[in-house]
């Protein structure tokens, strides 16, 4: 992490800061009295006195991250504010969704969500359910998919989720300093070429997921006692002609003649509570579903169980550049 492209994986506690509500700035107070110490040492740039460099910040706020969604605060040559000045002692934590207008379930669980938790666990400073996250921008209206789902997730592990800007404008100086604001190590986790970077996160995919079923009250000690198929209906999809399993009757008719004496659900996740999809996955042994953001639900499993993840059908004509979403043709399962 000491190179300079490493900002996309660094995960950072910055403490000494405050936030400039007048200038919209998080500010690192750096003692006017003493040298400056280098921020970084780069083994081709030397000492690096700044958290800015080559247009970018010292750390990534979003799993797929650009120069524009990473961020450093700014270093001020005095003394931390004492006077007419709010002081936060609980952690805070800054993140970024991926925002984008098609909604992907998938992509909030494991990526935008789970990036401030493993933020706080990479640097020992995680403390169940009191830490506030803070959407640096961006953050999604209270009636959307991103909103509703956050509200599912956060309250899991983490005190609340807000808007920075709302957040900041709530206290009344115009200074708000923190005793410590964590930032980075946001991941892609869906991304073939990052799949190393999710090597030795077990124990902590496993923690989160767990700290989810849990609060939204999933018996983890009572494992289902019977066997269990679920057959997904997906009726929703952003895209017109993929992810959905076409020969869905053909597919719930052979599994209710090959096992006519295990219990077999077909179900659709959508309307459905957030909650409720937790205990029917936790009392799932075989679970059949269409790939995309639809299967991303899979992680929550009871141990032991087992997931069919369909893949579409793709024709010779997906193989033109910016074709492939188009012409793929829906799930099914010979």
């Not at 599912?152 to 989720?161: D, G, I, M, T």
């Not at 030795?200 to 939204?216: F, T």
């Not at 996740?269 to 790939?291: N, Y």
Request: proline share 6%.
């Amino acid at each position: 992490m000491n190179y300079e492209h490493g900002w996309r994986y660094r995960t950072c506690s910055f403490q000494n800061i405050c936030y400039d509500k007048s200038k919209q700035l998080f500010h690192f107070y750096q003692h006017p009295n003493s040298s400056r110490k280098p921020i970084l040492f780069e083994p081709k740039r030397g000492h690096l006195y700044d958290f800015h460099f080559n247009n970018h910040g010292f750390v990534n706020l979003v799993a797929r991250a650009s120069r524009y969604e990473s961020w450093g605060p700014t270093i001020v040559d005095d003394l931390i504010p004492i006077v007419n000045v709010t002081k936060l002692i609980q952690p805070h934590v800054l993140f970024l969704h991926w925002h984008v207008k098609r909604f992907n379930p998938g992509h909030v669980i494991w990526e935008d969500i789970l990036a401030p938790f493993l933020t706080m666990v990479r640097l020992s400073e995680y403390k169940h359910k009191q830490a506030v996250l803070m959407e640096y921008k961006n953050f999604p209206p209270a009636d959307s998919k991103f909103r509703k789902l956050y509200n599912e997730l956060v309250p899991s592990y983490a005190a609340k989720v807000v808007s920075l800007d709302d957040y900041m404008n709530s206290f009344p100086t115009p200074l708000v300093c923190f005793k410590n604001v964590m930032a980075g190590g946001g991941t892609a986790m869906f991304s073939l070429d990052r799949e190393h970077f999710t090597h030795g996160k077990e124990r902590m995919l496993y923690d989160y997921r767990n700290a989810i079923l849990i609060h939204h009250g999933v018996d983890l000690s009572q494992p289902p006692t019977s066997h269990r198929i679920v057959l997904v209906n997906k009726t929703e999809t952003n895209r017109e002609s993929t992810r959905g399993i076409r020969n869905l009757l053909e597919v719930e008719r052979f599994l209710r003649q090959t096992y006519p004496r295990i219990k077999i659900d077909v179900i659709n996740w959508k309307g459905m509570a957030f909650r409720d999809q937790m205990h029917e996955l936790h009392s799932t042994t075989v679970l059949i579903t269409p790939c995309g953001g639809v299967s991303s639900t899979v992680p929550f499993l009871p141990k032991g169980a087992h997931a069919i993840i369909m893949d579409y059908y793709v024709n010779k004509a997906a193989y033109i550049p910016g074709e492939m979403w188009k012409v793929a043709g829906l799930s099914s399962v010979s």
